[in-house]
């Protein structure tokens, strides 16, 4: 098993949808992180993007306070997914079914989501 814990910043606002199992309806909530890691010198930055889906009501908070360009530490199972892009060349997404993340730091008149 691939474990992953990172910090990044939110691409967009998180997105949550409904899934149907066999053991009936289950909450998704999805957003994706860019991870930077500088680098030394005049070199780019390595820039990574985590594609992160969070199940069940765990998901909600992050559906009320998380928002684009908030930071967010994630924490569970990684996952490698290849494919080939619109051009033929191969591609490559790593997925993070999340166990554990943060909120990031509120103001002191807003309350706890839990």
Do not use: H, W
Request: charged share 20%.
């Amino acid at each position: 098993m691939l474990n992953i814990t990172a910090t990044g910043n939110l691409v967009a606002d998180p997105e949550q949808k409904t899934i149907q199992t066999a053991q009936g309806s289950l909450e998704v909530t999805n957003f994706r992180i860019l991870v930077n890691k500088k680098r030394g010198g005049d070199k780019e930055d390595i820039v990574t993007a985590l594609d992160c889906s969070v199940f069940g009501k765990k998901g909600n908070p992050a559906m009320a306070y998380l928002k684009k360009g908030d930071q967010v530490t994630v924490a569970g199972a990684g996952n490698i997914k290849l494919f080939s892009k619109q051009n033929g060349e191969p591609g490559g997404n790593i997925e993070v079914n999340v166990q554990e993340y943060s909120l990031p730091p509120k103001p002191k008149n807003q309350g706890m989501p839990f």
